[in-house]
C-alpha cells in the first residue's frame, strides 16, 4: 500500500511536471499528453498502477460533456447537409484501415484477427475490450491501438501548435480561478452521473462518452440547462484519460510487439499519411481549413481530439461530427469486417496448404 501510494505520487508530480514544460510551448492539449507520456514511462518500468475504472467512465463523461458544451446548435444539420461528404471521407478510412489490417494478417505480421481489431480506426477502448471477447490477442491490439492514439495525438498536437500562433492561442489551461455557477454546475454533475450510470447498465461501448455527450447537447440546445465545468475539473478529467492511455503498456506488451514494432508503426503511419490526403483533399475541394481538416480525418481517439480540438481555433461541430460518425461507423462494422478479413485470410492459407500437398 505504501509502494503503491509513492508510485501513485510519483505518477502525479511527474506529470504536474512534464505539463508545465510543455504549457512553456504553448502546446494544445499539454494535460493531457504529459500524464499519457508520463503513464508509458511508469508502466513500461512495470510500475503496476490501475486506474478504477469508474474514476475512467467519469472523466469520459466530462469530456463527453465538455464536447456537447463546444458543439453549437448546428452539428446535427452540419453532418445532414454534408452528408455525402462525411460518408465519402469516413468509408475511405475505413477501407484504408481495413486494408491495412489485411497486409498485416496476410504478412502473418499478427495472428488472426488481431491486426484487423487493432488497425480499427478510433474507438481505441471499444475496439480492444470487443476483440478479447472475439477470440484476438488483445495486447496487441492494445498495443497497436493505442500506440496509434499517442502517435496521432503528438502529431495532431504540433500540427496544432503550428497552425495556431502563440498569440492567438487558448488561454493556460492553468486558469483555474474562474467563477463557477455552483447551481448549474451541481445539474451538469448529476447528468454526467446519471448517464455514465446508464451507459454501464447498457454496457455500451464507450457508452459514458456518447450518452454524456448525447445528453449534452439535447439538454443544452433545449434549453434545460446550462453546462458547467470548472476548469480543475477538466484539468483531472484530462489527466485520467491520459493515464488510462498511457498504463495500458507495460513490458511484456513491448517485448511481445519489439519484433512486429518496424512493420507496425509502418502500418499506422501509412494510416496517418492516408488521413493527411483526406484532409488534404478537404481543404482543396471543400474549403475546410486545414487544421480543421487534419483534426477531423485524424484516426486516434475522439477524446484526445476532442481536447486538442477544443484548446485550437477550429470548427469544433465539423471535427466532432466526422470523428462522432467515424465512431459510431467503426463500432457498428468493426466485428463484421475483423470476422470477413480473418476468415477469408485463414480461407487462402488453406488453399495453399492444398495446394502444397502431393498428389
Given at each position: 500500500?505504501?509502494?503503491?501510494?509513492?508510485?501513485?505520487?510519483g505518477?502525479?508530480?511527474?506529470?504536474?511536471?512534464?505539463?508545465?514544460?510543455?504549457?512553456?510551448?504553448?502546446?494544445p492539449?499539454?494535460?493531457?499528453?504529459?500524464?499519457?507520456?508520463?503513464?508509458i514511462?511508469?508502466?513500461?518500468?512495470?510500475?503496476?498502477?490501475v486506474?478504477?475504472?469508474?474514476?475512467?467512465y467519469?472523466?469520459?463523461?466530462?469530456?463527453?460533456c465538455?464536447?456537447?458544451?463546444?458543439?453549437?446548435?448546428?452539428?446535427?444539420?452540419?453532418?445532414?447537409?454534408?452528408?455525402?461528404?462525411?460518408?465519402?471521407?469516413?468509408?475511405?478510412?475505413?477501407?484504408?484501415?481495413?486494408?491495412?489490417?489485411?497486409?498485416?494478417?496476410?504478412?502473418?505480421?499478427?495472428?488472426?484477427?488481431?491486426?484487423?481489431?487493432?488497425s480499427?480506426?478510433?474507438?481505441a477502448?471499444?475496439?480492444?475490450?470487443?476483440?478479447e471477447?472475439?477470440?484476438?490477442?488483445?495486447?496487441?491490439v492494445a498495443?497497436?491501438?493505442?500506440?496509434?492514439?499517442?502517435?496521432?495525438?503528438?502529431?495532431?498536437?504540433?500540427?496544432?501548435?503550428?497552425?495556431?500562433?502563440v498569440?492567438?492561442?487558448?488561454?493556460?489551461?492553468?486558469?483555474?480561478?474562474?467563477?463557477?455557477d455552483?447551481?448549474?454546475?451541481?445539474?451538469?454533475?448529476?447528468?454526467?452521473?446519471c448517464?455514465?450510470?446508464?451507459?454501464?447498465?447498457?454496457?455500451l461501448?464507450?457508452g459514458?462518452?456518447?450518452?454524456?455527450l448525447?445528453?449534452?447537447?439535447?439538454?443544452?440546445?433545449?434549453?434545460?440547462?446550462?453546462?458547467?465545468?470548472?476548469?480543475?475539473?477538466?484539468?483531472?478529467?484530462?489527466?485520467?484519460?491520459?493515464?488510462?492511455?498511457?498504463?495500458?503498456?507495460n513490458?511484456?506488451?513491448?517485448?511481445?510487439?519489439?519484433?512486429?514494432?518496424?512493420?507496425l508503426?509502418?502500418?499506422?503511419?501509412?494510416?496517418?499519411?492516408?488521413?493527411?490526403?483526406?484532409a488534404?483533399?478537404?481543404?482543396?475541394?471543400?474549403?475546410?481549413?486545414?487544421?480543421?481538416a487534419?483534426?477531423?480525418?485524424?484516426?486516434?481517439?475522439?477524446?484526445?481530439?476532442?481536447?486538442?480540438a477544443?484548446s485550437?481555433?477550429?470548427?469544433?461541430?465539423?471535427?466532432?461530427?466526422?470523428?462522432?460518425?467515424?465512431?459510431?461507423?467503426?463500432?457498428?462494422?468493426?466485428?463484421?469486417?475483423?470476422?470477413?478479413?480473418?476468415k477469408?485470410?485463414?480461407?487462402?492459407?488453406?488453399q495453399?496448404?492444398?495446394?502444397?500437398?502431393?498428389?
Amino acid at each position: 500500500m505504501k509502494i503503491a501510494g509513492l508510485r501513485w505520487t510519483g505518477l502525479i508530480l511527474f506529470s504536474a511536471l512534464v505539463v508545465i514544460g510543455l504549457e512553456q510551448f504553448h502546446l494544445p492539449a499539454a494535460l493531457l499528453l504529459g500524464p499519457m507520456l508520463v503513464a508509458i514511462m511508469f508502466a513500461a518500468r512495470d510500475k503496476p498502477l490501475v486506474i478504477p475504472r469508474p474514476l475512467f467512465y467519469l472523466a469520459q463523461g466530462v469530456v463527453g460533456c465538455m464536447i456537447a458544451r463546444s458543439m453549437p446548435p448546428t452539428v446535427f444539420s452540419e453532418i445532414a447537409s454534408n452528408g455525402l461528404l462525411f460518408a465519402a471521407t469516413i468509408c475511405s478510412v475505413i477501407i484504408a484501415s481495413t486494408l491495412s489490417g489485411w497486409l498485416l494478417t496476410r504478412w502473418q505480421v499478427l495472428p488472426g484477427s488481431t491486426a484487423i481489431w487493432g488497425s480499427s480506426p478510433g474507438a481505441a477502448t471499444a475496439m480492444t475490450l470487443m476483440a478479447e471477447s472475439y477470440g484476438a490477442d488483445v495486447r496487441l491490439v492494445a498495443f497497436m491501438q493505442y500506440m496509434r492514439v499517442v502517435i496521432v495525438a503528438v502529431l495532431a498536437t504540433l500540427v496544432a501548435r503550428i497552425w495556431t500562433p502563440v498569440t492567438s492561442a487558448a488561454p493556460s489551461s492553468f486558469a483555474i480561478m474562474q467563477p463557477v455557477d455552483w447551481p448549474s454546475f451541481a445539474f451538469t454533475l448529476a447528468l454526467i452521473l446519471c448517464c455514465v450510470g446508464i451507459s454501464r447498465l447498457l454496457r455500451l461501448p464507450a457508452g459514458a462518452l456518447l450518452l454524456t455527450l448525447a445528453g449534452g447537447l439535447i439538454a443544452q440546445n433545449m434549453h434545460w440547462l446550462k453546462l458547467e465545468l470548472p476548469q480543475a475539473l477538466l484539468m483531472v478529467a484530462y489527466a485520467i484519460i491520459g493515464w488510462s492511455i498511457g498504463l495500458r503498456f507495460n513490458r511484456a506488451i513491448l517485448a511481445y510487439a519489439a519484433k512486429a514494432l518496424p512493420r507496425l508503426l509502418l502500418s499506422i503511419f501509412s494510416l496517418v499519411a492516408v488521413c493527411c490526403g483526406l484532409a488534404f483533399l478537404l481543404v482543396r475541394f471543400a474549403g475546410v481549413d486545414p487544421l480543421t481538416a487534419y483534426l477531423a480525418t485524424s484516426p486516434g481517439g475522439a477524446d484526445s481530439v476532442a481536447i486538442i480540438a477544443a484548446s485550437s481555433h477550429v470548427d469544433l461541430s465539423f471535427v466532432m461530427s466526422m470523428q462522432t460518425g467515424r465512431f459510431i461507423v467503426v463500432l457498428l462494422t468493426g466485428p463484421l469486417l475483423a470476422k470477413w478479413v480473418a476468415k477469408r485470410v485463414h480461407n487462402t492459407a488453406e488453399q495453399k496448404e492444398e495446394g502444397k500437398k502431393p498428389d
